[in-house]
């Protein structure tokens, strides 16, 4: 016999496998309970009935969907609806969609942004101006007008993607793309215009007004406490008739408003452009060289007497004396303020030179201004050489002008007295700010920012300007009154100096009323547009303060005397 042993199907190593394992084995026999039965057993909940139902529906939807479709897709229109609603209400979108938390969220950002905005244009007019001339605050407000317009146009698209069904064409998609790219721009575009303008505004600020400013006048504790204890500033505003054709610049355009700090009530004084022996303080340097008021030949210039008016200091001073006040930036102007604030009675804290030639561009960035006319205007001419003017502007009311009929309007004197021509400008600078309406400032404010910052020039530091802005708005409220030094108040070739001072002081602190059977205070007449005077009322104060728009009324008696009485004679016409 064979050693070999035989092994038996189904054992290992002579043991029998189990079931399971052996192959010979068949399966085990399913149970053939109820499946209700055994669900009950395990304690399971049998299936739905409609299980093999819902396996077919989702078969049939997803054997649709594969196939194009061919008719509009339902609710398509009322998302679009909802996408536009939702770009002007920020939210909404998303309300109808179902997310009702961000919804909310978005709509209350609106709400405080809304709120916010109003505030500033009401109640919080001071701080939205204080934000307007602050170089920090105006980088402030370019930063958040840049993040709404990003956040609201991504608001716009969101919106969109949970409204928009899921089943449309190729013509649905691509209106719903483009009225989505439509508005997303247009919500962001006022945002980021408002982002420029804050751009442009930041850049005439910090060009204009700068914190290392020179000055020989004005000293380092005003960029801490601009107005300290004083209870008015005073402000040296010139107009510098500069230009082609002209040696160097004069100012024949001399103004000090006197403002007071806690009401915004405003006085101006006009001083005519041929007032001459101007005076310095005593404990100024000018005072040892011009101890008898300025004289264009007390240094070794020019003695001409033309070269020693009032208008010819800004020039003239700093050319015979270059440094005698120390570093400054402008040593013309600080002539100017010593020497007006010693004649007026007043300490000049700062100044500010318009260029009369630049006018014109601001005023054309105005789109014109508009002035009464109440004399024929000459337009250029010569009075010293008898040259004849090239033109007249006739008398009229309302007369709208553009840059350069409104320069020739404020320069012309041929035949006319100084006075005259001091009114007209006064005049002009009313109707710019006349002209300049928020709506025009809005649509034209980048032109108009470029040419201020090209004309105008001033000392007061960036630090100070904030405080101005409020002092503005009081200003605005308060008004404004004029005192012009005329020719029926002082005579210029001899001026009483203490008389002047006296009517300044007149005029910021008025007497009593005077009584209705009592004279008028000497001093108080002013000169009207037509060249007539005009005298208070019996019983008025004796101030000689008057309304600044007085001379810048339509005289129609005097217009209609002036063009009874004809043109006067031009190059053309003799």
Known sequence: MSGVREERPGASNGRPLPPRLDPRAGRPQRSTRPAAATAAGTGRRPAPRDAERSVRARSVRSGADARPATGPAPGFGRALGLTVLGAVLPGTGFLAAGYRRIGWALLACLAVLVGTCAWLATGGQHVAVRLAVSSTGLLMIIAAAVVVAVVW?????????????????????????????????????????????????????????????????????????????????????????GGAGRDGVRTDSVIVASIDTHTGATTTFSLPRNLENLPFPPNSPLHKIYPRGFSAGAAGGSSSESESLLNAVYRNGPRDNPDILGPTDNPGADFLKLGVGEALGLTIDYYVLVNLDGFSQLIDALGGITVNVNYYVPVNGVQSTGELPDDYIAPGPNQHMDGQRALDFARGRFGLS????????????????????????????????????????????????????????????????????????????????????????????????????????????????????TAPPAGASSSPAVSAADACAYDPVAAQKALDAGEPPTKKRR
């Not at 969101?158 to 691509?174: D, E, I, M, S």
């Not at 007004?209 to 000055?215: K, T």
């Open 153 to 241: 146009a991504l608001v716009v698209i969101a919106q969109y993607r949970v409204l928009a069904p899921t089943r449309t064409n190729r013509g649905q998609n691509l209106l719903g793309s483009a009225l989505v790219v439509l508005l997303a721009l247009g919500v962001a575009a006022p945002a980021f215009e408002a982002a420029h303008l804050a751009a442009v505004q930041r850049n005439l600020i910090t060009g204009l007004f700068g914190n290392d400013v020179q000055s020989a006048t004005v000293p380092d504790s005003a960029k801490a406490n601009p107005w300290g204890t004083k209870d008015r500033v005073n402000v040296l505003l010139l107009g510098g008739d």
């Open 418 to 533: 100084d006075y005259l021509r001091m009114d007209r400008q006064r005049c002009m600078i009313n109707a710019i700010v006349a002209a300049a309406d928020p709506m025009t400032l809005l649509t034209r404010y980048q032109q108009i920012a470029a040419t201020t910052q090209n004309i105008v020039s001033t000392d007061i530091p960036q630090s100070v300007v904030g405080d101005f802005a409020d002092l503005a708005l009081k200003v605005k409220e308060a008004g404004i009154r004029s005192v012009v030094f005329d020719d029926s108040v002082i005579k210029p070739a001899y001026p009483d100096y203490d008389k002047m001072r006296s009517l300044v002081e007149d005029a910021i602190h008025p007497p009593a009323p005077a009584s209705s059977s009592g004279p008028t205070a000497t001093g108080s007449n002013t000169t009207s547009e037509s060249g007539g005077t």
